[in-house]
């Protein structure tokens, strides 16, 4: 209730600090110290190379500046994020391609790796790289007739190790194994049966309570000591992530710019815009 009491105030009369950049925007309460970054990358938050770098520049300014906790979220009506921009991958050089692969590895490991308490308020669809950044958090609340999940093998693809590390830190493995193969997409239901989310919520506002709470169920904890227990837990994935982070740069360069995959890229583009115009 307290928690819930301090948000309202936040929005209306506890000073907050805000910061912007192109396609995100931070405050931070001054009474919670708590942040919220708002993905706003109309229409659908897709992720391209600049989308990447505005988020891991917010996430840092964020732990620099010893906020209490992150919440992410997104300042669209129904979609958290579709995931890597496709239109940014079609036709696109071996340069381009290698570029847009390593800012999403420096999204994740800014945000899989942080010390901070993290929770997603995930307020529409999330799949993919809208998937990978929801799992990188500790904490997940989400609308209801959404779907979360990583659906790459239903594209053709494969998601690499470091990709499925949200997966396996909140899934069992029978379920995470089966899951990934099948390339599954989660009802907001279904991931809250799997375990993959933690809460159903009714709106916007109630999600970013329910994480405003996770991340107050910390309020009593030593800072330090909380961080460096959390990252024992996930330094094996980020340990392994660093030994291939460059050979997997060129292993997606060179998939993704197979004239099979573009046609994939296409194909499903296409569709997309079909969808969308009906
Ligand atoms: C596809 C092959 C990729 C091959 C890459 C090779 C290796 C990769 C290794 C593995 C990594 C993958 C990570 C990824 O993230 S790949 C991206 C996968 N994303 C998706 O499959 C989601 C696609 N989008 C949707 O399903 C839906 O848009 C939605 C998110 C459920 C939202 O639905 P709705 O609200 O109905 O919105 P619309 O569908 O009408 O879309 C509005 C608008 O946005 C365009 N759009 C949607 N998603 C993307 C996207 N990911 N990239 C670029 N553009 C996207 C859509 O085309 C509409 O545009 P127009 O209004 O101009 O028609």
Same mark, same amino acid.
Request: glycine share 4%.
């Given at each position: 209730m307290m928690h819930l009491n301090l948000l309202r105030l936040g929005a209306c009369r506890v000073p907050s600090r805000l910061m912007s950049t192109k396609s995100t925007s931070v405050e931070i309460n001054d009474k919670t110290g708590v942040a919220i970054l708002s993905m706003c990358r109309?229409?659908?938050n897709s992720q391209n190379v600049q989308f990447l770098r505005d988020l891991k520049s917010s996430i840092y300014e964020i732990e620099n500046n010893k906020s209490r906790g992150l919440i992410l979220t997104s +300042?669209?009506?129904?979609?958290?994020?579709?995931?890597?921009?496709?239109? *940014? %991958?079609?036709? +696109?050089?071996k340069e381009q391609l290698g570029t847009l692969w390593t800012e999403l590895q420096n999204v994740w490991i800014a945000l899989y790796g942080s010390g901070l308490p993290t929770a997603a308020a995930i307020n529409g669809h999330a799949p993919a790289g809208g998937c990978l950044? +929801?799992?990188a958090c500790e904490y997940r609340?989400?609308?209801?007739?959404?779907v979360i999940g990583l659906n790459e093998t239903q594209l053709g693809i494969i998601a690499p190790k470091w990709l499925m590390s949200g997966y396996q830190n909140i899934l069992p493995q029978r379920l995470a194994e089966r899951a990934l193969t099948q390339g599954r997409l989660f009802t907001t239901e279904e991931a809250l049966k799997a375990g993959l989310i933690d809460e159903i919520v009714n709106s916007k506002e109630e999600a970013l309570e329910k994480c405003l709470n996770f991340i107050g169920?910390? +309020?009593k904890v030593n800072p330090l000591a909380r961080s460096l227990t959390k990252l024992q837990f996930r330094a094996a994935n980020i340990k392994e992530f660093e030994k291939i982070r460059? /050979? @997997?740069?060129?292993?997606?360069?060179?998939l993704a710019s197979?004239?099979?995959?573009? &046609?994939? %890229?296409? @194909?499903?583009? *296409?569709?997309? &815009? /079909? /969808?969308? /115009? &009906?």
């Open positions: 109309p229409p659908v +300042a669209n009506s129904n979609v958290f994020s579709a995931g890597l921009d496709i239109l *940014e %991958m079609y036709n +696109a050089d950044l +929801a799992t609340a989400m609308l209801p007739n959404c169920t910390f +309020a460059q /050979k @997997d740069v060129e292993d997606f360069v060179s197979r004239p099979e995959v573009q &046609k994939v %890229m296409g @194909d499903y583009l *296409e569709n997309l &815009k /079909k /969808k969308s /115009k &009906k």
